[in-house]
């Protein structure tokens, strides 16, 4: 491989860095949990939108009941979509 190949993988590499930056990861709640009342996406056993309520130490799922299976990962909601409304 020449310098010039090689450069320009450094340069996709950086881009790409950048853009894995931007998406939200998955974080376990071993590690963090997030503030309470917030919606977010939750792993147990399957994923779905639910919040952590650090008052009573438990999730609820999107219909405010409390999510029976253990929660092992969560991570923020990405940002609504920007639809104009004219």
């Known amino acids: 491989m020449n310098q010039r190949s ?3 993988i450094r340069v ?3 881009r790409i860095a950048k853009l894995q930056e931007l998406f939200p990861k998955w974080i376990s709640v071993e590690d963090a949990l997030p503030d309470s009342d917030i919606s977010v ?3 147990a056993d399957c994923a ?3 919040s ?3 008052e009573k130490k438990n999730w609820h799922d999107s ?3 409390v999510v029976a299976r253990v929660v092992t990962h969560w991570m923020p909601l ?4 920007n639809i104009c409304t004219e």
């Open 41 to 43: 996406l939750v792993y």
């Open 63 to 65: 219909e405010c009941r």
């Open 78 to 81: 990405p940002d609504p979509p």
């Open 12 to 14: 996709l590499e950086r």
């Open 52 to 54: 952590w309520n650090g």
């Open 48 to 50: 779905c939108s639910g």
């Open 6 to 8: 090689e450069t320009y």
